[in-house]
């Protein structure tokens, strides 16, 4: 974003805060119910208030830190001298009864409402029975209630907080040991099949959308230059929007959804720099295409890193290939390519992609595709299951 961008970004939050205290204020009803739907519409419409591109990598933190900020004042407000007698006995089974019955119906609930299978059902049960003292807080301030109910709710407010987080994550590490592989079995993170990131718009590059396509695969594309942009768009391609990297270029910002980025463009300098800095930033691997041995560019023959294909096929060696006629198809691994055929991918049979590199060569598997560069004169094959 930029630096007006964030002003605005950052204006706008400030105006709408405090104009919807100041208008709950004269209404006399607690905040959340003008703060709630005031940031649901403004999210919705103003680009510049999405606090991941407002914030950048700052926005996790400073999240962490006004939770524990809340929870603090809450603490500040709580007397232990009063938590006893009737009022412990009432807050303890609040807590723990509470809690449960919570729990139950959120689950049984989330099933026939959401569509819910039951574990992903469990999972949102648990994290529903946290109400804490940013919900309690200004009901109690609205309805001020006599000074029994008021300690009381207040003490539950705010244990209820860490009770349910250390709840959430018992639950969801018992539930993953029950499907006895991984977490993508409750239904609550996104499946295997891989979502690659192609970032370049050479003829080639578009080339191997397609094909990554055809096997199956959602792909992204993003390229800075507009005419690779509309050659990705005639081409049917997924095109990123045109500030997904510079959203995802500071430490600790993500990609989301994206599993792996291939750093293809015909700049060696740029590919090797963007893949060093958006390296941890997304669930996968970042890759890059290699450099000839003779470059003479500042960085890349000087980082190391993942780089695709091997010695041969550098970013420059493929796009002379593609214009001279060579095509990157697919076909079922389990068939033997020709001489003169390089690999470049395997589209495993569960819709991973494995890419050759410099240091690993992938091994083919039942079911699975290769991802092929084949030369100008090659003879027709027939295509592979899924490709057009």
Known sequence: MTTDQVLMGVGLTLVLAVGSQILAGR?????????????????????????????GPAFSPLVSLAVAVILYDAGLGLDLRKLKGHTRRVVIRLIWI????????????????LGMDRRAAVMLGAILVVSGPTVVGPL??????????????????????PVGGILGALVFHLVEASTGRHPRRLGVVRPSRSRPL?????????????????????????????QQRERIGQAGLELAPGELLAAATGEGA??????AVFFLTAEDDFNALAATILRGSVEGSVHRVGSPRESVGVVAPFIGGEVLFGTE?????????????????TRPADQAAPAGWDM???????????????????????????VLLAPADHPAVPPAPGQS
């Open 27 to 55: 209404l006399r009803i607690p905040a959340l119910i003008v703060l709630l739907p005031v940031g649901f519409a403004a999210g919705a419409l103003v680009d510049e208030l999405d606090p991941h591109r407002l914030l």
């Open 98 to 113: 509470g809690v449960l019955i919570t729990w139950v119906l959120g689950t049984l609930l989330a099933m026939p409402l």
């Open 140 to 161: 109690l301030g609205f309805v001020r209630p006599k000074e029994r109910p008021q300690h009381i709710l207040a003490w539950e407010g705010s244990l209820i907080d």
């Open 198 to 226: 192609l970032v370049g718009g050479e003829p080639w590059v578009v080339d191997l959308g397609r094909a990554l396509r055809a096997a199956g695969l959602q792909v992204l594309m993003w390229a800075g230059l507009e």
């Open 254 to 259: 993500e990609l989301e959804g994206i599993t």
């Open 313 to 329: 096929l550098t970013g420059a060696a493929l796009t002379r290939r593609h214009e001279d006629g060579a095509s990157i198809v």
């Open 344 to 370: 470049l991918f395997l589209v495993r049979g569960d819709g991973r992609l494995d890419p050759v590199t410099e240091a690993d060569r992938p091994l083919p598997g039942p079911g699975d595709l290769a």
